[in-house]
């Protein structure tokens, strides 16, 4: 029964209920790992991998829009703790904004701001920055900015779009706030899971899961894939164990169409790894940051983690 007081109200449609509640508490509640931890960690190639991923795309982007523009203005949109931030002061931008639904994340996001900018060596460069908590499946972020007429060259959503899909409202709104405000000619990057890799592994299972030691994937059932709402609770070792939903690519596209975007381009991990690692640069990247080949044949045993697990999850998305 609810309280007294707000007995009067409306009942809440169904875009306002949802799990974006739980997906803030729990990663509010995530620690930080110092790197000597985190190095030991069974998913340490596989977070590194998909740094590296992010790193070479992130790059990318800027170098498309510096080819026309010096100064870089860049939303963050699902920020987390700000796991990207050194990406974007190497790509010497002049402005980024970070949000995210996770109050904690958005304050530990700011502190490491802070303390890079601390850190700068006199006359180094490093971008101004805003933070705002915010749900992106509900509140309009431009409400937010410090001005409302803010322009971004480059909205990028690394590993969040799919917590959106919960219902049409809330994909939709996300894609406002992450097109909306888009200079023309900007681009919305981003990483998700690939639904339909999801589905062949669920359909291959047995039961209505799958996965191994590190990972575990379980939907409520198999056959029936709603377009919104598909909802499955993803499993990975010492990071997420939170409610996620299928993005199913091509209503995705049509869906950004309304909002003035055409796709340039969509890669699973796999594709864009096998284009990007033909340059020497990201090569020499990939191997910088410790992130294991992991569709390599060479057999290179210093790229090659012991654990084979650390393989099977970095070909899942
Ligand atoms: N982008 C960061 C990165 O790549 O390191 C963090 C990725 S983490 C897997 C997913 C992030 O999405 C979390 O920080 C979570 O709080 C955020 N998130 C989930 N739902 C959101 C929403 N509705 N609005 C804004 N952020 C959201």
């Given at each position: ?16 209920v949802g799990?974006?509640?739980?997906v ?6 995530l ?9 030991q ?25 510096r080819?026309k523009?010096s100064?870089i ?17 190497k ?9 995210d639904?996770a109050d904690?994340s958005v ?12 850190r700068?060596?006199?006359?180094e ?12 499946t ?22 969040v779009?799919h ?8 994909a ?8 909306g405000?888009?200079s023309?000619g ?6 998700t ?18 996965g191994?030691?590190?990972y575990?994937?379980?939907f409520e059932?198999k056959g ?20 996620e939903?299928?993005?199913y690519?091509p ?35 990939l ?11 060479s057999?290179?045993?210093r ?15």
């Amino acid at each position: 029964r609810k309280p007294l007081d707000t007995e009067d109200e409306p009942p809440k449609k169904r875009h306002e209920v949802g799990h974006g509640q739980a997906v803030a508490a729990h990663y509010n509640e995530l620690q930080e790992v110092g790197l000597e931890k985190r190095s030991q960690s069974r998913i340490f190639y596989l977070r590194n991998f998909n740094n590296w991923t992010k790193s070479v795309l992130i790059g990318e982007f800027i170098d498309r829009v510096r080819r026309k523009k010096s100064d870089i203005t860049v939303l963050d949109l699902g920020c987390g703790k700000g796991g990207d931030l050194l990406k974007w002061k190497k790509g010497r931008i002049k402005k980024l904004v970070c949000t995210d639904i996770a109050d904690i994340s958005v304050q530990q996001c700011k502190q490491r701001y802070e303390d890079m900018k601390a850190r700068c060596r006199y006359n180094e460069h490093i971008f101004d920055a805003e933070f705002i908590q915010a749900d992106s499946t509900k509140d309009h972020l431009s409400t937010k900015y410090s001005d409302p007429d803010m322009r971004f060259d480059i909205c990028s959503c690394q590993f969040v779009y799919h917590y959106s899909f919960e219902t049409y409202e809330q994909a939709d709104m996300m894609l406002k706030n992450a097109c909306g405000n888009l200079s023309p000619g900007g681009y919305f990057i981003g990483t998700t899971p690939n639904s339909f890799e999801l589905v062949k592994r669920l359909e291959a299972s047995e039961t209505n899961s799958f996965g191994n030691e590190v990972y575990n994937v379980k939907f409520e059932k198999k056959g029936d894939y709603p377009l919104f709402g598909c909802k499955y609770d993803f499993h990975l070792e010492e990071v997420v164990d939170v409610p996620e939903f299928l993005v199913y690519f091509p209503l995705l596209e049509e869906m950004a169409k309304k909002h003035g975007m055409k796709l340039v381009y969509k890669m699973t991990f796999r594709e864009f790894y096998e284009e990007k690692i033909k340059n020497e640069e990201h090569k020499m990247l990939l191997r910088r940051m410790q992130a294991l080949e992991p569709y390599s044949t060479s057999g290179d045993s210093r790229l090659v983690s012991d654990n084979p697990d650390d393989y099977e999850h970095a070909k899942e998305f």
